[in-house]
C-alpha cells in the first residue's frame, strides 16, 4: 500500500438482501472486506487480549459497522482489543457447484483469512496474537463452531464463544444438492439452459450478472414468502479441493479434543423466544402472511421450520402443536408466543445440546 489509508469511518458492509426487514432491502457493496479495529485510549502495560467477533444475519445479511455492533462496551474495560470482521454473503459467500470449480464457503473463508491477518498484524494495534478468542451470534455463532470443528489446526485462536447458534443448526446446514441450487439460480437471474452448463460455464454467467440482479433472483429460492429464511448456506467440501474449508459434516458437530491444538470454548443461547422471533419478524407481524399460514398450515409450517423429510410427517406436526400451541393448528395471538418459542427451540436451542 502506498500512502495514507483513511480509516475514520467504516467501510461499506458486503451486499445483500435483508430477509429480516420488513422491508427487504438490497444495501452494500462488493468492495466490503474490511476490518474494524477498536482499542482503549488509556490501556495497561503489554499487549492485550484480542476478542474477534462474527456478525449474525443468517449468512445472508448482517454488519461489522459500528451502527450495529459497536464497541463501547468492550473499551470501557480498557482490558481488549475488538476486531469485528466483514465476510462476503448470500450468493457471494455461500453458493458453491460442488465442485473445484466454484467450492463455496467464500464467507467462512473471509473470516479465516481475516484471523491471518489478526495473527501477522494485531500486534501493531497492542494486541496479543496468542491470545485470540473468537465469538459470534446466531450465523456468527455458526461459523464460531465451523471454525472449531476444523481443530484450530493454524493456531489462528485461543479460545471461542458460541451465542445463539450452531453449525448444526437448521439454517446453516449445508444442502443436499448445492449445485442444483446455483442452476435454479442462473435460471432465475435469465440464464438459459442453465442446467446444460457446466459448471464452469455456470460461474461465468453467473458472474456477468449484476449482483443486484442476483439478490433479486433469489427470491425464486424460497418456498413461500420469505421462508425458508436462509437459502444460502455452508458447504461440505471435498478435502482434495484447493483451500477447502469445511470438510465434515455438521450433522456431527464434533469438536475434537484430545489433540495438542485443543481449544476451550463456551456456548450458550438467549432465550429461545426472542431468538424465533428474528427467524419470523414479518409473519409475527403481518396478519395477511398468518392467514396464508393457516391455509396450509402443515407444509407451510415444515417450511418455516426446515424439517427434514424423516420428521416431515403429520404425527410430527401435531406433536409439536400439542407441545407449543396447545393443540391448536393456528397461528393467531393466543398462540404466536407458542409458536415463537417452538422456532427459537428448533433453531437455537436444541442444536446447542447436540452439541
Keep these: 500500500w502506498n500512502g495514507t489509508l483513511s480509516a475514520l469511518y467504516p467501510k461499506p458492509d458486503c451486499i445483500q438482501r435483508d430477509y429480516i426487514n420488513v422491508l427487504k432491502p438490497i444495501s452494500g457493496s462488493e468492495d466490503c472486506l474490511y476490518l474494524n479495529i477498536y482499542r482503549p485510549l488509556h490501556k495497561a502495560g503489554g499487549e492485550l487480549p484480542v476478542m474477534f467477533y462474527i456478525h449474525g444475519g443468517g449468512f445472508f445479511a448482517g454488519s461489522p459497522s459500528p451502527d450495529n ?23 457471494f459467500g455461500f453458493i ?75 439454517f446453516a446446514l449445508p444442502l443436499n444438492d448445492p449445485r442444483d441450487q446455483v442452476v435454479q439460480l442462473a435460471k432465475a437471474a435469465g440464464v438459459t439452459e442453465a442446467e446444460n452448463l457446466s459448471s464452469a460455464c455456470l460461474v461465468h454467467a453467473l458472474r456477468s450478472i449484476k449482483p443486484e440482479d442476483l439478490l433479486l433472483a433469489a427470491d425464486n429460492l424460497k418456498l413461500w414468502a420469505e421462508q ?41 443461547n438467549a432465550p429461545a423466544k426472542g431468538e424465533g422471533l428474528v427467524i419470523a419478524l414479518r409473519l409475527a407481524s403481518n396478519k395477511n402472511l398468518q392467514d396464508e399460514l393457516n391455509e ?44 415463537l418459542e417452538l422456532l427459537g427451540d428448533a433453531y437455537f436451542i436444541h442444536p446447542t445440546y447436540k452439541v
Excluded at 471435498?238 to 459434516?249: I, M
Aim: charged share 20%; glycine share 8%.
Design 69 to 91: 455492533v459497536g464497541p463501547q462496551y468492550f473499551m470501557e474495560t480498557s482490558n481488549v482489543i475488538l476486531v469485528v470482521a466483514a465476510y462476503r454473503l448470500g450468493p
Design 228 to 268: 425458508p429464511l436462509v437459502v444460502f448456506r455452508p458447504n461440505i467440501e471435498n478435502d482434495t479441493w484447493p483451500g477447502a474449508f469445511l470438510t465434515k459434516d455438521p450433522l456431527d458437530p464434533f469438536i475434537p479434543f484430545g489433540t495438542n491444538t485443543d481449544t476451550p470454548w463456551i456456548v450458550g
Design 96 to 170: 458453491s457447484t460442488n465442485d473445484e470449480q466454484m467450492t463455496g464457503n467464500y464467507g467462512l473463508k473471509d473470516q479465516k483469512l481475516a484471523l491471518q491477518w489478526v495473527q501477522k498484524y494485531i500486534s501493531a494495534f497492542g494486541g496479543d496474537p496468542d491470545r485470540v478468542t473468537i465469538f459470534g451470534h446466531s450465523a456468527g455463532a455458526a461459523s464460531v463452531h465451523s471454525h472449531l470443528m476444523n481443530n484450530n489446526k493454524e493456531g489462528l485462536f485461543s479460545k471461542a464463544i458460541m451465542i445463539s447458534g450452531a453449525a448444526n443448526a437448521p
Design 296 to 339: 396450509k398450515f402443515s407444509q407451510r409450517l415444515s417450511i418455516t421450520l426446515s424439517l427434514p423429510a424423516t420428521c416431515d410427517t403429520e404425527d410430527v406436526i401435531d406433536s409439536l402443536v400439542t407441545e407449543y400451541m396447545d393443540g391448536k393448528r393456528e397461528l393467531n395471538n393466543e398462540t404466536l408466543n407458542g409458536f
